[in-house]
Every structure is written in structure tokens, then in C-alpha cells.
């Protein structure tokens, strides 16, 4: 009964790490405009001249003004509270105008590369799985099962 106990605290650290890490969000290395962003409605990392790193489900352009788009309780909602910048509620999400950051850099999200990776983490994953049941049935000689 140790063992399985062992073993089953195995699958628990497995499986949370698993799943911290499937929500990973992989940004293309190069920086574009506010304009481009706008254009590609994907979401987006804004970092700024202080390094703070904001998240945006995406950019709009109303007239020459942007606006970043984000949940209300995100870790960017709060940290553009902290900034003082005003948001306005619209619907889900809260808009925040743009102009007052000091951008240092924008990126575009990469749905492939963040798929793929959550496909080989999760592959590696259950193969560490498969593997610690196999070592606990190989130690125990079948007595867990």
C-alpha cells in the first residue's frame, strides 16, 4: 500500500507540471508596430521601457488612437492599474488606451509554435507517466494493480 501511495504522489507532480505547462504562450522574437498589431488580431505581449510585460487578447485602432484589449482580473489589468492607466469596461473585456505607455517592444503570439509545444510537452508528459508505472508494477511485481 507505501508504494502505491508513493507512486500515486508521483502521478500528482506529473500531472501538475503538465498541466503548468500546457498553458504556455510562445511570442515571435521580433518586434512590430502598433498599426501591425492592430492589423493582425492576434494576441499580444507589449513590453515596456520599465520592462513590464503586458498581455493583450488583442490591438484595435480607432482613428489614431490603440487600445489593448484585456480580461479584468488579469496579472495585466492589475499591473496597468498600478501604472495608472484608466480602463473602460466593454463587454468582457476592459480597453485601455495605448498612447500613455512608453512601448519598448511588441509581439505577435505564435499559435503553431505554442501548439507544438504543447503537444510535445503533453507526449512527454505521459511518457513519464508510462514510465513510473512501469517501474512501480516492475518493483512491486504486480501487486499494486
Do not use: H, P
Amino acid at each position: 500500500m507505501r508504494s502505491f501511495k508513493i507512486t500515486l504522489r508521483a502521478y500528482a507532480r506529473y500531472l501538475s507540471v503538465l498541466i503548468i505547462f500546457q498553458s504556455c504562450s510562445i511570442y515571435y522574437s521580433g518586434n512590430i508596430s502598433l498599426e501591425k498589431a492592430s492589423e493582425t488580431n492576434r494576441k499580444v505581449r507589449v513590453t515596456t521601457n520599465s520592462g513590464e510585460k503586458l498581455r493583450f487578447k488583442w490591438i484595435e485602432a480607432v482613428g489614431e488612437n490603440y487600445y489593448g484589449f484585456t480580461r479584468e482580473n488579469s496579472g495585466s489589468f492589475k499591473s496597468l492599474q498600478k501604472l495608472g492607466v484608466t480602463g473602460r469596461d466593454s463587454g468582457k473585456f476592459y480597453r485601455f488606451g495605448l498612447e500613455t505607455l512608453q512601448i519598448d517592444k511588441i509581439q505577435a503570439k505564435n499559435y503553431s509554435a505554442s501548439t507544438i509545444a504543447t503537444v510535445v510537452i503533453s507526449i512527454v508528459g505521459l511518457l513519464a507517466v508510462l514510465v513510473t508505472i512501469a517501474a512501480a508494477t516492475w518493483n512491486v511485481g504486480f501487486a499494486a494493480w
